[in-house]
């Protein structure tokens, strides 16, 4: 994003947007903030415009490309025109905080609300980090000193809507990794596990939807507003988010599909099209594809990327262009083994093999599991009739879809009849 690290957000009210093709369609009426239960400032999750005759609608902060005090800029010119409507554990900054009386930390001076700034961090992520606070004076002729504090030096500035178990409760969750938050939400009541899914920003949901049993997914993704859903289902790896509507009724499914942006959905409508238990239904349709005529170096960044899993990472394929699937014509993959192996100005048309047949899309799970137990691989290429890469299936996909269909429910295990200690007390 092309943007300042941080900027204000009283600024911004009334500039205007404007998208790809520079064409005006509203100005930025408010910011909106995702409250979290924990002492970290709330995440920035978009900004409200508002388009002709008054509509306001909602502009995720992921479709921004650049904020400046003139214009805001989006990344497509595909516009949800729903209606905003605020959620859950979401704050409207401009129409919410400013004039807010507060107070400064330490002390207890009072004070209001003129300004508050939003900053992006590292990994691209938006917060509410500083807050310009004017003192209250006593003097009807003297304005008071104005301070640009932390927002954690502010008394007064939210009051988040869970309830104080369930903030206790996030507190203790936010640092687990995603398979052990799944396990511990299944130890919650119903109505208590939806709460703190519905406070979890969508890419964390999205990672731990991916780890709980189809029944609890279902019933999470039931509990939130359609909208939501789909923002969520657009954080999921595709293979992920296929095998969740699969378990929706088709017209229902049709409903999310179209809610979410169309480059998320084509290839999850994609990968619904493949008969279940076949490497076309398991398998991912983003792995990791390049060029021969990329070098080891390249490809070596490459799956270094974070949001990359391991065994997705594990191996490069090498296609002819275009790279998105389905490529062109496959020629063959590299293990990272062999990379780290290899000269990193080398080509990876150089070192590609390509001895071991791919599999079909039609092919059967007990035919994937043998192949690749027999030549020990962590993935195998899925190629199309035309020789083109359509996916790749990872030893994680094999083993998630080779164990009973109960085996994450942990009710269906006999050894989980005890307390996750850390959720002890929770619940007050």
């Known amino acids: 994003m092309s943007t300042p690290t941080r900027v204000y957000i009283a600024r911004l009210a009334g500039v205007a947007v404007?998208?790809?093709?520079?064409?005006?369609?509203?100005?930025?009426?408010?910011?909106?903030?995702?409250?979290?239960?924990?002492?970290?400032?709330?995440?920035?999750?978009?900004l409200v415009a508002e388009m002709p005759m008054r509509r306001?609608?909602?502009?995720?902060?992921?479709?921004?490309?650049?904020?400046?005090?003139?214009?805001?800029?989006?990344?497509?010119?595909?516009?949800?025109?729903?209606?905003?409507?605020?959620?859950?554990?979401?704050?409207?900054v401009l129409q919410e905080l400013l004039d807010r009386r507060v107070q400064l930390e330490p002390g207890g001076q009072p004070g209001s609300v003129v300004d508050v700034a939003m900053e992006c961090a590292r990994g691209g992520e938006w917060s509410l980090t500083r807050v310009a606070v004017?003192?209250?004076?006593?003097?009807?002729?003297?304005?008071?000193?104005?301070?640009?504090?932390?927002?954690?030096?502010?008394?007064?500035?939210?009051?988040?809507?869970?309830n104080r178990g369930t903030a206790?409760?996030?507190?203790?969750?936010?640092?687990?990794?995603?398979?052990?938050?799944?396990?511990?939400?299944?130890?919650?009541?119903?109505?208590?596990?939806?709460?703190?899914a519905a406070a979890l920003n969508d890419e964390r949901?999205?990672?731990?939807?991916?780890?709980?049993?189809?029944?609890?997914?279902?019933e999470i993704l039931a509990a939130l507003d359609r909208e939501r859903a789909a923002d969520v289902l657009e954080e999921m790896d595709p293979d992920d988010a296929a095998d969740l509507l699969n378990e929706l009724p088709p017209p229902e499914q049709d409903v999310l599909l179209d809610?979410?942006?169309?480059?998320?959905?084509?290839?999850?409508?994609?990968?619904?099209?493949?008969?279940?238990?076949?490497?076309?239904?398991?398998?991912?349709?983003?792995?990791?594809?390049?060029?021969?005529?990329?070098?080891?170096?390249?490809?070596?960044?490459?799956?270094?990327?974070?949001?990359?899993?391991?065994?997705v990472a594990a191996q490069v394929f090498v296609t002819r262009a275009p790279q998105n699937t389905p490529t062109g014509r496959y020629l063959g993959m590299v293990h990272f083994q062999s990379l780290?192996?290899?000269?990193?100005?080398?080509?990876?048309?150089?070192?590609?093999?390509?001895?071991?047949?791919?599999?079909?899309?039609?092919?059967?799970?007990?035919?994937?599991?043998?192949?690749?137990?027999?030549?020990?691989?962590?993935?195998?290429?899925?190629?199309?009739?035309?020789?083109?890469l359509v996916g790749a299936v990872t030893v994680d996909d094999v083993l998630d879809h080779s164990l009973p269909p109960d085996w994450r429910d942990r009710d269906a295990l006999g050894a989980a009849g005890a307390t996750d200690p850390v959720l002890d007390g929770a619940d007050g």
């Open 340 to 388: 780290l192996r290899e000269p990193p100005a080398d080509l990876l048309g150089k070192v590609v093999v390509n001895d071991i047949d791919p599999l079909r899309p039609t092919t059967p799970l007990p035919e994937i599991t043998r192949r690749m137990a027999t030549y020990d691989l962590v993935a195998m290429p899925v190629i199309d009739r035309n020789n083109r």
């Open 134 to 162: 004017r003192e209250q004076t006593n003097r009807l002729t003297r304005r008071g000193h104005l301070h640009q504090v932390e927002w954690d030096r502010v008394r007064g500035l939210s009051g988040i809507a869970d």
């Open 56 to 92: 306001r609608i909602f502009l995720s902060i992921n479709r921004i490309t650049s904020i400046d005090a003139d214009a805001v800029v989006l990344g497509s010119g595909t516009l949800n025109l729903r209606r905003f409507e605020k959620r859950p554990n979401e704050l409207l």
């Open 18 to 46: 404007f998208d790809p093709n520079g064409d005006q369609v509203g100005r930025v009426r408010d910011a909106v903030g995702r409250l979290r239960a924990t002492k970290r400032p709330p995440e920035v999750v978009g």
């Open 205 to 218: 949901l999205a990672d731990v939807l991916s780890e709980l049993p189809e029944h609890d997914q279902v």
């Open 259 to 311: 809610l979410m942006e169309p480059d998320e959905a084509d290839p999850v409508r994609q990968l619904l099209k493949y008969t279940p238990g076949t490497a076309g239904s398991v398998m991912t349709s983003e792995p990791v594809i390049l060029p021969p005529d990329a070098t080891v170096a390249e490809a070596l960044a490459r799956i270094r990327e974070p949001q990359l899993s391991p065994a």
């Open 168 to 196: 206790n409760l996030l507190a203790v969750l936010e640092d687990m990794r995603p398979a052990d938050l799944a396990n511990a939400l299944q130890d919650l009541p119903d109505a208590r596990r939806n709460e703190v």
